[in-house]
């Protein structure tokens, strides 16, 4: 069978069953619909670099001895591993990392099971702790980032101590214990990160002297200290019918309950650790320091669950974050630093706008060279179609709506009326040769079949292909690829049932049942008995419901588009005189402009050349990136300082910075980081106490 006689095939089902046709529109809608309200809204396709970092910390080590301990054989176990294409390590005071960079399209899940098992093999130094494997990627940086601030009316001054360090630890404490468990209950919230502040640490200063005095050392001290400070269970105990479980509970509960432990004995006399120790609450070693608009703070970043809406978890944490102002100690608010979905919001807003504006200016373009309002709704139609369609493809192929796949759709819908348009102009042609509206449909529609199938497939030979291409390019226009094909594949199914169908609609003819061999229709014959003709006429009964419902659908938009047609003529009279004018003077000069070109060809031959050269010479000025630069309102300053720098001059330097940008008028709010923090999304090359960065929102 020829390409023809099956797109006649084709065209022949959708003119006769009108309202099947009609009836799967508006199932692939309302489908569509159902699909767009569960696809994921991000701002780029999920991004992954396959590369792992292996972060081993190794207390109180020189930056030589933690490379020779901890580094060096690191590198040399992991080094082998399958898919490695480079291992680059830093070796910093006490920290260690290892950064493996894998060829792309490895499974990174395996690869971190044989990373782990090298790992696990190696005799690391015993004061190391466990390596940890991180795995960095776009996907790691907070959506959210909050920072609390304030000074607690609540607060007991006690004596001696600074006020700003008791502030700093209430607002530290408030953090871990309240707010963190508050906000990682949230639907989609995957992690919370506190950041700045002063964490609670009890501090034991041994006296050297006394310790040799009495034969002590210090790991001796740390060995009964870790030995006393636990709960231990002392398995069942049986009283009659009951079991009891049993357990020890000698966890310290205070200082005094440290003090009075007793670490040895001499001579029968027992030793207490208050006898040749010092104990005092004091707080860890700070790893970061965070102010908003120059006030220090303590900095919550929010990082989403995998497979979670960026917006919408956004939405519901900041329905959480009201809850919990109103419920803040006296004195402390929570500020809102950074919120990705802002961001996300704004740039797929104006994408959908584009879009949208774009349609309709198809729309009008159309409407001016057809000069008819149905004709161009049966053409305009197929572009909303098209695209509901498309979100169906999306979902299944879990693509999310981000500016690639959203522009994607944009790039398309100008090529989703191509094949529409081709079709509607070759009935029409039909219809002025004196044909009958059916025919005209079936004939012009299968006539160009072809043709507007080819057309199709070159498109998608343009786009497709990018899915398979490789690395960080293929992550990234993978959904465009896939969001054009979808798109114009769905249009040329439009093309060849729903245009045809609507071209013919109001055609009269009886739907009768044509009986092979005889070119007459005949009756269906009713079956006999009451209940078997009532059972018969149910189908028939629906069906008659539904097509008359269909046919007064079509009549009610066809009159519609009649009364839209006559308003607009009116205002848009003037216009489409003007580009007939335009369009006439083009038509009647193009053959001239031919039968110059052709007898001139040293000349045509000579422009197209030189303009190529010009082309090609301008083509080095031109910039090279992979994604153009976003403009969201903020930017930010990175500072490194000379490695060494202690964390409070790190942090000196930027609040200087930060104190100058905050005089500028065009400001609205800035907050920095001195330090690395206990953020996920640090680099682990650029991360120490010698760097800081600074974020300033316009």
């Not at 609670?200 to 002590?216: N, P, S, Y």
């Amino acid at each position: 069978m020829s390409q023809s006689h099956k797109v006649l095939g084709i065209v022949k089902l959708a003119t006769e069953r009108r309202v099947t046709i009609g009836m799967l529109t508006l199932a692939v809608i309302v489908f569509g619909f159902v699909a767009l309200s569960r696809l994921k809204l991000n701002l780029l396709p999920e991004l992954s670099y396959p590369s792992l970092t292996v972060r081993t910390d190794l207390p109180g080590a020189a930056p030589e001895e933690v490379e020779n301990l901890v580094t060096k054989p690191i590198e040399e176990a992991v080094s082998v591993i399958k898919n490695v294409r480079q291992v680059r390590s830093v070796s910093r005071p006490g920290e260690s990392d290892v950064t493996l960079e894998f060829a792309w399209g490895t499974d990174m899940d395996y690869s971190g099971v044989d990373v782990r098992e090298k790992i696990d093999a190696l005799e690391l130094p015993t004061e190391a702790k466990r390596p940890v494997l991180l795995h960095f990627d776009p996907s790691t940086e907070p959506i959210l980032r909050y920072g609390l601030t304030g000074t607690p009316k609540d607060i007991s001054q006690a004596a001696g101590v600074d006020p700003k360090v008791q502030q700093l630890r209430y607002l530290r404490t408030y953090a871990d214990q309240d707010l963190t468990k508050a906000l990682e209950a949230v639907d989609g919230v995957g992690a919370v990160k506190v950041s700045g502040g002063l964490e609670d640490e009890i501090h034991v200063f041994v006296d050297q002297g006394k310790l040799a005095e009495l034969h002590l050392t210090n790991a001796e001290v740390g060995d009964h200290l870790r030995a006393e400070n636990v709960n231990l269970s002392g398995g069942l105990l049986e009283q009659g019918n009951q079991k009891l479980l049993v357990r020890t509970v000698n966890e310290f509960q205070s200082l005094d309950d440290i003090a009075d432990s007793a670490v040895s004995t001499r001579d029968g006399r027992a030793i207490y650790l208050k006898d040749v120790a010092d104990v005092e609450r004091g707080y860890k070693e700070r790893q970061a320091i965070t102010r908003i608009n120059g006030e220090e703070s303590v900095e919550l970043a929010l990082y989403k669950a995998g497979d979670a809406n960026t917006v919408a978890v956004s939405q519901t944490v900041a329905a959480k974050i009201a809850d919990i102002n109103q419920h803040l100690p006296p004195g402390l608010k929570l500020v809102k630093e950074y919120d990705q979905a802002v961001f996300i919001s704004q740039a797929i807003g104006d994408v959908i706008n584009a879009a949208i504006i774009g349609g309709m200016l198809a729309a009008l373009v159309i409407f001016f060279f057809l000069r008819n309002v149905w004709s161009t709704v049966i053409v305009s139609i197929a572009i909303p179609v098209s695209v509901i369609a498309t979100f169906i493809a999306m979902y299944a192929g879990h693509i999310t709506l981000n500016m690639m796949s959203l522009g994607g759709i944009s790039l398309a819908i100008g090529m989703l009326v191509d094949s529409s348009i081709v079709v509607l102009e070759n009935i029409s042609r039909h219809r002025h040769m004196g044909k009958d509206t059916t025919d005209s449909v079936r004939h012009g529609t299968s006539e160009v079949g072809g043709a507007i199938t080819a057309a199709t497939l070159t498109t998608i030979a343009v786009f497709f292909p990018l899915v398979f291409v490789t690395g960080i390019a293929g992550q990234l226009f993978r959904d465009q690829s896939l969001t054009v094909t979808y798109s114009v594949v769905f249009s040329l199914f439009a093309a060849l049932t729903l245009i045809p169908m609507l071209a013919c609609l109001g055609v009269p003819g009886a739907n009768k049942l044509k009986v092979e061999g005889s070119g007459e229709d005949r009756p269906r014959a009713l079956p006999k008995g009451r209940v078997t003709r009532f059972l018969y006429h149910i189908p028939r009964g629906g069906s008659w419901f539904f097509t008359f419902a269909f046919k007064w659908i079509v009549i009610g938009f066809r009159r519609t588009s009649g009364l839209l047609g006559t308003l607009l003529g009116y205002p848009l009279k003037p216009l489409m005189n003007a580009f007939t004018r335009g369009y006439t003077y083009l038509e009647e000069g193009y053959p001239r402009l031919i039968r110059w070109a052709l007898d001139h060809k040293p000349y045509v031959l000579g422009i197209a050349g030189g303009s190529l050269l010009v082309a090609l010479a301008l083509l080095p000025t031109l910039g090279v990136e992979l994604i153009p630069q976003l403009s969201q309102g903020e930017f930010q300053v990175k500072l490194t300082l000379p490695p060494g720098t202690p964390l409070s001059s790190s942090d000196q330097a930027v609040a200087t910075v930060q104190e100058a940008a905050a005089k500028l008028p065009q400001v609205a709010t800035t907050y920095s980081v001195a330090g690395t923090g206990n953020r996920l999304d640090a680099n682990p090359v650029d991360a120490g106490e010698n760097t800081a960065s600074l974020n300033v929102v316009l």
